[in-house]
């Protein structure tokens, strides 16, 4: 059930908007402390109140930020926070102390190293359960590490319904890949946690089907006989008759082949960025039509045409999938990479247009930090959603080393205008790397509000901008 303003009051919003641009304002940050280093993060409603509630995983270790890691002794935590809805300039709507999720010291999988976090029905009682994956600890080793899956109880607490051992996971992306009528799951390998071999989980991508027999429970997909337990992404585009290096960092689903005609109708297609090799990502279109997968890379360029010179887009983990063109059935692509914000039109049949930089009107964006703030390394995450309750998607980003956040606002054809930057309040300290970003709407106005993880001070590790 949707929740947000009633029809008249959106509609007048859109006219108002429409043309001025309607700049978004948001309430001074909200904070809220974490467990050590806070990563991923996601929003579902667990209690069927009708609000948005948000799931953080506190990973206790630094491995996920470039160089040397840092071990601590801080349990691996994923953190709960129910909300109530009411969010003024003086209350907030996460009256209670979080849930936790975590393994006492002398379980087995005490070292788990939660990354990525999604809320998800899969059993189709209307009840999201909480999707995790999770790297260790101890890199090079492999306790804890694997996929989870956590159900809340009657009473509010949450226990562990399934738990299937695997190497370090990071990306994670939930949908019905089979078109049975439940929840799939695909997360690909975590390149940082494979030390020996260098990267040989690299490059892959792990599929888990949802148990027709047993809803909710996950059961892994074997591709065809013969081939490897993953989907390799060692092949990337443009194409090359040898692998080249990949290292999936992100992954967005969406069905970017919609207006294609096939047996068996529309499934949704997964796109991974590449950490290793910038200029190179990987498109997986769903051929899916049993409970085996299918998956195969589109015969031609994702761009078309493309540009005069490489454009750097794929070697960050950020990235989103949405219709930027509400009025279009098919889906874009918004990266970002190294400080610019691309934007990739989709012609809903797994080819994108994109105004290289030497267009008039080109389709990158440049994310500016403010002049006292020394961006060392350009890394951030990436949301997409509606800010200023136009109709039109938005887009907002982080910029990790410096205490902001930046928004695009959305012209409603796959255009953008740079709008503002919302800078943290000054107790934060410099250099909190705000990692991950979301866009929920935690008050039910209509207006997305901002929630960015804080992954270097857990003082702070939960932001939250409530639209105004």
């Known amino acids: 059930m949707a929740v947000g303003l009633g029809g008249f009051a959106v509609e007048r919003a859109k006219a108002q908007c429409d043309d001025a641009g309607c700049d978004p304002t948001f309430l001074a940050p909200k904070y809220f402390g974490t467990y050590t280093y ?18 953080v995983a506190c990973r206790h ?31 907030h709507g996460f009256p209670n102390l979080p849930k936790l999720i975590t393994f006492e010291s002398s379980d087995p999988l005490a070292d788990w190293a939660p990354t990525e976090v999604v809320f998800a029905d899969l059993d189709g009682d209307e009840v999201p359960e909480l999707v995790v994956t999770a790297g260790t600890k101890v890199p090079g080793e492999t306790g804890g590490s694997g996929l989870y899956v956590f159900e809340r109880d009657p ?39 494979e030390i020996v071999p260098a990267q040989e989980y690299a490059n892959f ?5 949802n148990d027709p027999a047993n809803p909710g429970d996950l059961i892994q997909v074997q591709p065809p006989s013969g081939q490897p337990d993953h989907f390799s992404t060692g092949v990337m585009f443009p194409y090359y008759e040898e692998p080249t290096p990949a290292a999936c960092e992100d992954l967005v689903v969406a069905d970017f082949d919609k207006l294609t005609l096939w047996p068996g109708g529309a499934r949704p297609d997964i796109i991974t960025g590449n950490y290793l090799n910038a200029d190179r990502g990987t498109f997986f279109v769903n051929r899916t039509q049993s409970p085996d997968f299918t998956f195969r890379q589109p015969p031609t360029d994702m ?11 794929w070697g960050n983990h950020a990235m989103a999938a949405e219709r930027f063109r509400p009025t279009m059935q098919a889906w874009d692509l ?67 080393h410096c205490r902001e956040v930046h928004w695009l606002l959305g012209k409603g054809n796959g255009k953008f205008r740079y709008a503002n930057t919302t800078v943290y309040s000054e107790e934060v300290p410099d250099g909190v790397f705000p990692i991950q970003v979301i ?24 932001a939250v901008l409530i639209g105004q």
């Not at 071990?71 to 709960?80: G, K, L, R, T, W």
């Not at 991508?205 to 089907?209: A, S």
């Not at 080819?351 to 389709?363: G, L, N, S, T």
Request: glycine share 10%; aromatic share 10%; proline share 6%.
């Open 439 to 462: 866009i929920a709407d935690l008050n039910g106005d209509g207006k997305g509000d901002i929630l960015t993880t804080n992954h270097l001070s857990p003082e702070f590790g939960l």
């Open 205 to 209: 991508v792990r599929f888990w089907r």
């Open 334 to 400: 918004a990266v970002y990479k190294a400080g610019w914000v691309h934007v990739l039109r989709g012609n809903g049949r797994g080819v994108f247009a994109y105004d290289c930089p030497e267009a008039a009107v080109p389709d990158r964006y440049e994310i500016i930090p403010n002049a006292q703030c020394v961006q060392i390394e350009p890394k951030g995450g990436i949301a997409t959603g509606d800010l200023n309750a136009n109709g039109k998607p938005d887009i907002a980003v982080t910029v990790a």
């Open 61 to 91: 270790s630094e491995y996920l930020v470039p160089g040397n890691p840092i071990i601590d002794e801080s349990p691996a935590v994923v953190m709960v926070f129910e909300n109530n809805g009411t969010w003024t300039t003086t209350q």
């Open 303 to 313: 761009l078309e045409p493309a540009c005069s010179n490489p454009v750097d887009l």
């Open 155 to 193: 009473s509010g607490e949450w226990f562990l319904r399934q738990y299937i051992s695997d190497h370090g996971l990071r990306g994670l992306a939930v949908a019905d890949f089979n078109a049975d009528g439940l929840m799939d799951v695909a997360a690909a390998y975590d390149f940082q946690q």
């Open 38 to 55: 806070p990563f991923g993060i996601a929003a579902g409603d667990v209690n069927g109140d009708f609000t948005l509630d948000i799931a």
